[in-house]
C-alpha cells in the first residue's frame, strides 16, 4: 500500500499497555485525573467521554449558576462568545446547552480572537468566552482575562489541540477560568476518544463534581470498544493506512456534522490506563513536533507567496530556534500553519502535496457563519480570509527526514512557478 502522511497522528501505546488497559477498573480514572492535575498544575480535573461533552456538562453548570438568585444578575446570561473560524462542534454544544453563540472574528496574521471585536461584543449577556489555542499555538490570555472577568464573564480556554504548549513557562489551559482538551483522533495525547476539564476555581470545581456525579461510566465491554477504536484510528492515522482511508473520505469527516456529537458518559477505565501510559512520553512526542516545525519553517521562510500565522514571527538565523518572544509562547505545533496569498494557491499547494503523498489539510473549510447560516449577520472578514486561504503541514513522529525536505521543495517550487 502506497506512504501517505496522514494530517496529523500521536503515537500508540505498546500492546503490552493495550493488554492491561483491558483489565484496567474503576480506579484508574481517578488515578489518571490526578496525573493530568499535577502535570498541569491545577488542582482539579474532570475527565469525560470527549471533549464536546465535557463542554456541554461545564456550560450547563455555568448556566444553572447564572440563573440562580445568588448570583443576582437582573438579566439573563445566555451568550457564548467565540471566535468565527474554529470547530464547528462547538457550536452545536453551545445549542445543546441552550445557550446562544456569538461569534467573533479573528486576526489573519496570528489566527487569535480579535481583542477590539471581543470587547465590543462582552456585554450583560455574556455567560462565558471560549478562547481557543489552534493546532498547538497558544495565544495569551492574560491581555483578555481581566476585561471579560470585567464584564461578568468565566474565560473558557479551548486548548484541544496544544496539551503540552506553554504560555510563561505556565501549561495552556490553565490560565482562564476552566481549560478544555481532547484526546481524540490527531491530538496531541490522543485515547481514541475523551476530554478533560481543569479549574483551580474551587466553588466550580464544586459545582462541577455534582454536575459530573450524573454521568455513566463505561465498564466492561464498552471498554474494549474504547480499546478498538483507538486501534483502528492509529491504524488510520498511519503512513500505510491513511491512503485508504482517504480513499474511504476519512479527511473530511470533521466537516459534517454527523460527525458533531458526543455521549454524555465519563472516560472508560481502559482508556484512562492508556493515558497513564502515554502521558510521560508527551513531552518528547512534543519535542519532535516542535524540531519538525523548527525545520519547516526555516525552509519556509523566504517564500512571499505563504506566512506563517503565528503570535510572533520566528528569527530563523543560525540554528532556526523556536520563537521566544517576550511573553514566551512555546508551541507545540499539532500542525503546521501556513497562509496561501490566495484560494487558488491553497488549492494548488495542496493539490500539490496530496498528489505527492503529503497530508496537508484545509483544517475548516468554512467559517463558523457558513456552517451556521443562522449565526450570519457581522461581517467576520478576517475569519473568511483564513477559511479561504489556510494550509496545514504535518509535524506527526511520523515524518521522516526526506519528508521534510520534500514539503519544502514542493511548496518552493510551487511558488517559483
Known sequence: MPRHLPPTAAPLPPWTEVVRAAAAGPETEAQFADALAHSLGVPHCFLAASGRTALFLLLHTLRRQATSPAHGDTGPRDEVLLPAYTCPSLVKVILDAGLSPRLVDIRPDDLQMDRSALYASLGERTLAVIWVHPLGIPHPVAPV??????????????????????????????????????????????????????????????????????????????????????????????????????????????????????????????????GLALLPQLEAINRRRQAHARQLLAGLAELASVRVPLPVQPALAGPAPLPRPATQVEPIYLRLPLLAESEARREALYRRLQENGIGAGRLYGKTLAEYFPQLAGNDHPGARSVAKRLLTLPTHHHLRPADLTRMVDLIRDLARG
Open 145 to 274: 482575562l481581566a476585561e471579560i472577568h470585567r464584564a461578568g464573564a468565566r474565560l473558557i480556554e479551548d486548548a484541544a489541540q496544544s496539551l503540552g504548549a506553554r504560555l510563561d513557562g505556565q501549561p495552556v489551559g490553565t490560565w482562564g477560568d476552566f481549560g478544555l482538551f481532547s484526546f481524540g483522533p490527531g491530538k496531541p495525547l490522543s485515547l481514541g476518544g475523551g476530554g478533560l476539564l481543569c479549574t483551580r476555581d474551587p466553588e466550580a470545581a464544586q459545582a462541577l463534581a455534582t454536575t459530573w456525579q450524573r454521568l455513566s461510566f463505561p465498564r466492561g465491554w464498552r471498554s474494549w470498544m474504547a480499546l478498538a477504536r483507538l486501534w483502528a484510528f492509529g491504524t488510520a492515522f498511519h503512513p500505510t493506512g491513511w491512503w485508504l482511508a482517504t480513499r474511504l473520505g476519512a479527511q473530511r469527516v470533521g466537516e459534517h456534522e454527523a460527525s458533531w456529537g458526543y455521549a454524555r458518559q465519563g472516560l472508560s477505565p481502559a482508556q484512562a490506563r492508556v
